[in-house]
C-alpha cells in the first residue's frame, strides 16, 4: 500500500514540476482542476467505500462467490454513474470554470483540464473501484502492478508530450492532462485483465445486469463517504476562491497551495497506506467474528502512524525552502510556499491520526460517523475561520494556512474519540 501511495505522489509531484516548466499560472489551474477532478470522482471514491467494506467482510467469511457478485455490480454501477457525469462535465466546462471564482487569466487553462478529465472519467472509476476490490480481498500486488504501470505512462506523458520530445509533439499544458487521461486508461484494461483469474474467474461469466439489492447497500454505505468527500473537495475549491480574492498576491498565494500540497503528500503517503490497510484489516476481523481484534489493530496502526508521520513533519518543516524550490523558481511562489509548509507541519500528527481512524471506520461500515466528523471540521471550523482570518482581519494567505491547521487538529481528535466509544464494532453491511 505505501508503494501505490508512492506511485500516486510521484505522478502528482511530476505534473506539478512539469507545470512548474511552463508558468506558475498552469501550476494554479492544476491545483484547482485537480480539486474539481476529485470533486467529479467523488461517487467512484465512495461506492469504492462501500464495496471495501462489503468485499472484506466477504473475504473475512470466507465467501469467494459473494465477493465476485459485489465486485461485478460495483463496477457496472459505477461505469454509469460515469458516464452521466461525464457528459455534463465535459459540455458544461466554462460553467463550472465561471462559478469557481477563478482569476481570468487561467480559467482558459483550466477549462482545456477540465474537458480532457471528463472524458476519461469512465476509465478513472472503473480504476478506482477495482483498485479497492483487489485490496480488499488482500490481493494487493495487483493493483500495485496496475499503479506502478499507471505512473510509470503518467511520468513519461508528462514530458514527452508537453515538452515534445521526439517523436512525440510539442503538446504543453495539455500533455499533462492528456497523460493522466492515457495512463488511466491503461490502468483500467490492466484490471479489468486480472478479473479472468483466480477467485474472479466467474467475474465474466453471468450476465452483466444490475442487482438493485447489491446496488442498494453499496449505496448505503457508500452515500455518507461521497458526502464526506463532497464536502471536504467543496471546501478545498473554496479555500481556493479564498486565496482568489487577495488581489494581487492571489496567484502567488494559489501556486503555493498547491505546490505545497504536493510537498506535503509526502507525509500522506504512509497515512493514507496505513488508512487503507485499516480499513481492511479492520472490515476483515469483523468479518471473522472479532471485534477486539479489530479495535486492537486500529488503535496499534495509528500509533504507528502518527510516531512515522511527526519524524517526517520535523524533516519537512526543517527542509521547507529547499523543497519548495524543486517546485518553482518564482520569488514570490516560493517564500509563499515555504511559509504554507512550515505551518502545516504543526497538524501532520493530527492528520496522520485522523486518517488512519477514518480509513478503519469506513472499513467498519461506520460512514455516517466519519462524514459528520469531517463536515463539522472543514464547514464550520476551517472556512469561517480561513475568511475571517485572511480577508476580514487582513492576514492574507497566512490566515488561510492557520485556518488549515487548526481544523486538522479538531479533525483528528474528534476522530480518535469516534473510534475509541466502539459504536463502529455494531454496524451492519448486510
Known amino acids: 500500500m ?4 508512492i506511485f500516486y505522489f510521484l505522478v502528482g509531484l511530476t505534473d506539478i514540476y512539469v507545470a512548474g516548466l511552463i508558468g506558475p499560472d498552469v501550476q494554479a489551474a492544476i491545483g484547482f482542476v485537480y480539486q474539481i477532478y476529485l470533486f467529479i470522482t467523488v461517487i467512484a471514491n465512495a461506492i469504492s467505500i462501500g464495496t471495501l467494506a462489503l468485499v472484506a467482510r466477504a473475504a473475512g467469511s470466507r465467501d469467494p462467490g459473494r465477493a465476485v457478485e459485489i465486485a461485478r455490480q460495483s463496477l457496472l454501477f459505477s461505469l454509469i454513474v460515469a458516464a452521466c457525469i461525464s457528459v455534463p462535465g465535459f459540455v458544461f466546462y466554462r460553467e463550472i470554470i465561471d462559478w469557481a471564482g477563478l482569476p481570468a487569466g487561467i480559467r482558459v487553462i483550466a477549462g482545456d483540464f477540465l474537458r480532457i478529465f471528463a ?10 473501484i477495482s483498485n479497492a476490490v483487489f485490496r480488499a480481498a488482500g490481493e494487493v500486488k495487483k ?3 496496475t499503479m506502478f504501470v499507471v505512473s510509470l505512462v503518467n511520468i513519461a506523458g508528462d514530458f514527452l508530450l508537453v515538452l515534445g520530445i521526439f517523436p512525440f509533439p510539442r503538446m504543453g499544458y495539455i500533455g499533462i492532462a492528456l497523460s493522466t487521461a492515457i495512463s488511466a486508461s491503461s490502468g483500467m484494461l490492466i484490471n479489468l485483465g486480472f478479473f479472468r483469474g483466480g477467485r474472479w474467474r466467474s467475474f465474466y461469466s453471468a450476465p452483466l445486469k444490475i442487482s438493485f439489492e447489491a446496488a442498494g447497500r453499496i449505496v448505503r454505505l457508500g452515500w455518507p463517504a461521497g458526502m464526506l468527500q463532497i464536502a471536504w473537495n467543496a471546501g478545498y475549491i473554496l479555500i481556493y476562491n479564498i486565496l482568489a480574492r487577495l488581489g494581487a498576491a492571489s496567484i502567488a498565494a494559489m501556486a503555493a497551495l498547491t505546490n505545497g500540497l504536493r510537498i506535503e503528500a509526502v507525509i500522506y503517503l504512509p497515512a493514507f497506506a496505513l488508512n487503507m490497510t485499516a480499513s481492511v484489516l479492520i472490515g476483515q476481523n469483523l468479518g471473522a467474528g472479532n471485534p477486539a481484534r479489530a479495535e486492537k489493530t486500529g488503535w496499534k496502526i495509528a500509533q504507528a502512524g502518527v510516531l512515522l508521520v511527526s519524524v517526517m513533519a520535523l524533516a519537512i518543516f526543517i527542509m521547507a525552502a529547499r523543497l519548495a524550490a524543486f517546485l518553482t523558481s518564482n520569488g514570490a511562489v516560493l517564500a509563499e510556499t515555504t511559509r504554507y509548509l512550515r505551518i502545516s507541519m504543526v497538524s501532520e500528527p493530527f492528520m496522520a491520526l485522523g486518517s488512519v481512524l477514518v480509513g478503519g471506520l469506513q472499513g467498519a461500515g461506520d460512514t455516517r460517523g466519519t462524514m459528520w466528523v469531517i463536515i463539522f471540521s472543514m464547514w464550520l ?3 469561517p475561520l480561513a475568511y475571517l482570518l485572511a480577508i476580514v482581519l487582513h492576514y492574507g494567505a497566512v490566515g488561510v494556512w492557520a485556518a488549515m491547521v487548526a ?4 479533525q483528528g481528535m474528534l476522530m480518535a474519540v469516534r473510534f475509541h466509544r466502539g459504536r463502529w464494532k455494531h454496524v451492519r453491511v448486510d
Open 2 to 5: 505505501l508503494l501505490i501511495m
Open 119 to 128: 472524458l476519461a472519467l469512465g476509465p478513472n472509476y472503473i480504476l478506482i
Open 143 to 145: 493493483p500495485l502492478f
Open 407 to 410: 481544523s486538522m487538529c479538531v
Open 381 to 383: 471550523i476551517r472556512l
